[in-house]
């Protein structure tokens, strides 16, 4: 079993940054692809980004191409989403995501965590 656990979001104004942090509990954490997904209200969870259990090869909507950055750090079971220039369209619950390959289909994930808010003001 995984248990991704997140943390870091928040409240901040368009145009600033926040980092979003994701631990997962399992001795075998650098097996795992981890992503993260978000869910707007009344929207479907949608991909944001993902990246391979090396941290070699990473993946990116196209909503957050070059202002959100995914890492990771496989001794401390932790990967990362930096988070700048935020808009109000960002704003959503963000979930990290473990699983077999770093896809953009949301159903390939098998482990998932319960989510952080973040809210992005005008």
């Known amino acids: 079993q995984v248990q991704p656990v997140e943390s870091g979001g928040g409240l901040v104004q368009a145009g600033g940054s926040l980092r979003l942090t994701c631990v997962a509990s399992t001795r075998f954490f650098a097996n795992y692809a981890m992503g993260w997904f978000r869910q707007a209200p009344g929207k479907e969870r949608e991909f944001v980004a993902s990246?391979?259990?090396?941290?070699?090869?990473?993946y990116y909507a196209d909503s957050v191409k070059g202002r959100f950055t995914i890492s990771r750090d496989n001794a401390k079971n932790t990967v990362y989403l930096q988070m700048n220039s935020l808009k109000p369209e960002d704003t959503a619950v963000y979930y990290c995501?473990?699983?077999?390959?770093?896809?953009?289909?949301?159903?390939?994930?098998?482990?998932w965590g319960q989510g952080t808010q973040v809210t992005v003001s005008s």
């Open positions: 995501a473990a699983g077999p390959t770093p896809s953009i289909e949301r159903n390939t994930w098998d482990y």
């Open positions: 990246i391979s259990w090396s941290g070699g090869s990473t």
